[in-house]
């Protein structure tokens, strides 16, 4: 079972920056498309970005260009860029694979203050 857990958020004004870490136990972290998700308190939790195995990568109109996802199969190692940070990008972040979720980690708030 794969366990993953999410790191890097904290407090950032309008217009900043912040880089997200998911780290995930065992192997099949890499045979995986992966994706970075978010969950506002009281809406569901979104798809914010999401990369293939090989790299390809795919975001919603409301983060592109904003937000960069990459990872590193060799660490089982997945990340989040995400510059011109606005104030509803205020969320709880999670990473997870794209379909049939693995148990999810407690994820990293990301606060951004205006």
């Known amino acids: 079972q794969v366990q993953l857990v999410e790191s890097g958020g904290g407090l950032v004004q309008v217009g900043g920056s912040l880089r997200l870490s998911c780290a995930g136990s065992?192997?099949?972290?890499?045979?995986?498309?992966m994706g970075w998700y978010r969950q506002a308190p009281g809406k569901q939790r979104e798809l914010v970005a999401r990369?293939?195995?090989?790299?390809?990568?795919n975001y919603p109109d409301s983060v592109k260009g904003r937000f960069t996802i990459s990872r590193d199969n060799s660490k089982n190692t997945m990340y989040l860029q995400m510059n011109s940070l606005k104030p509803e990008d205020t969320a709880v972040y999670y990473c997870?694979?794209?379909?049939?979720?693995?148990?999810w980690g407690r994820g990293t708030q990301v606060t951004v203050s205006s």
């Open positions: 990369i293939t195995v090989g790299g390809s990568t």
């Open positions: 065992g192997s099949f972290f890499s045979f995986n498309t």
């Open positions: 997870n694979r794209e379909k049939n979720y693995w148990p």
